[in-house]
């Protein structure tokens, strides 16, 4: 295979909250309403950016990693939507240079050029200032110039251009427009499935957004310069769960379902069915289960009172049948979970313990999943805590800190973690895990 050409553009910034996910939604629907086919990307382990990029877009959104996937597999995933796309749009986690590896890291790798995202509100020259900062931290990225977020007036944006040098270029000024931002909530943006028309109606006026008054001159609305991708030799799938059948939960409960994950099963041959816990009463018939994260502390009432579907996966646990149970889907097996406001209620009790919301404080990171399969490359991010539990069988290995990471717990076949599993990373521990036999365990993707 040869490399492909495509234009391509990487939306970062000097924070989070400077803008990035709003500005790359409207730039995916812009260029979308032109007819252009558009792929968007999101940096690091997100779900909810995705969601809301993939609608505005109207193509699925993956999510590319250094660490948790590997270099290959998202070389061949640039190389794959570049082959078919009119438009590459990665957008960025946090800051610039935030992790290990950070986006910076990502756009250097594949060559990617830059766009530095920035709220201007409140400042002038001083934002020229910092976007020269981030521009000239490191010689090994490209950038192509400085996106002003929430400008004022054409004083305000003449003020950050005149204070630019011609080597960094304003791309666009756009305009303060509260209309525009997206809904958020206590761990981000709110699904796009619970408010799409309102997400509609933001994607409207952010693509109006991007050509706006204050917009020129604008280098938005044309395509930015072609990136050279090439393909990557990955290891061919193994049908390892062939004939195996997977029932996911999937509903307003239960949404933090990498599509690259779903996608492997099909690929190992899993033939794959969706459930509600909120709406349903019976399971779907199943050699396996994957309880995902998501919001249950949002719908705790609800599935708490559909005992029928309780009533169901205790049955399903007790013949001892593969479950994986990821962060909320952790939380439904506990024998309790408290909510936001104190209200407890009871969950499935497959394992012992109680779970509890904790407002503002949390736990975030990526860790590695020491599973008795195989390790997993994973990450972790809720605002809850659990108490009352079974000793657990291992712990996450966290990335940068000595400190044992999240348990991991595990009875008859269910294995449960506040840990997110990022299955391509060991497809083997994965195949393994949802009950297939004799794996050749093989480590975390490099």
Known sequence: MTAVHCPALFLTAPSSGEGKTTITAALARYFRDQGKVVRVFKTGPDYLDPQILAQASGQDVEQLDLWMAGENYCRQKLYEAARSADLILVEGAMGMFDGEPS??????????????????????????????????????????????????????????????????????????????????RHLGLVQAAEVTDELEHCFKLGAEWIKGPLAEPNALTELPAAVEFTPAELPEVA?????????????????????????????????????????????????????????????????SENSAMRQQLQAFHAEGKPILAECGGFLYCLEQLTDLEGNTYPMTALLQGQGAMRGKRGCQGMQTAMLPEGEVQAHAHHRSRSAGTADPIAHGRRQRHPAPGEAIYRDRGLTASYLHLFFASNPEAIAALFGAESAVFQSAAS
């Open 239 to 303: 049908p390892r769960l062939s004939g195996k059948r997977i029932a996911i939960a999937r509903d307003q409960a239960f949404s933090f379902i990498y599509d690259a994950n779903v996608r492997l099963l099909r690929e190992m041959g899993a033939e794959l069915s969706f459930f509600s816990p909120l709406a349903d009463t019976q399971l779907p018939e199943a050699d396996a289960l994957w309880l995902p994260g998501g919001y249950p502390e949002l719908h705790a009432r609800a599935l």
């Open 103 to 184: 986006s910076a890291d990502l756009a250097a790798r594949f060559n990617i050029p830059m766009a530095i995202v920035m709220n201007v509100k409140g400042m002038a020259q001083t934002a020229a200032a910092l976007a020269m900062g981030l521009a000239g931290y490191r010689s090994d990225i490209r950038i192509a110039g400085l996106i002003a977020n929430n400008c004022g007036t054409e004083r305000h944006a003449q003020l950050i251009r005149d204070a630019l040098p011609d080597s960094l270029p304003l791309l666009a000024t756009l305009a303060r427009d509260p209309e525009i931002a997206l809904p958020e």
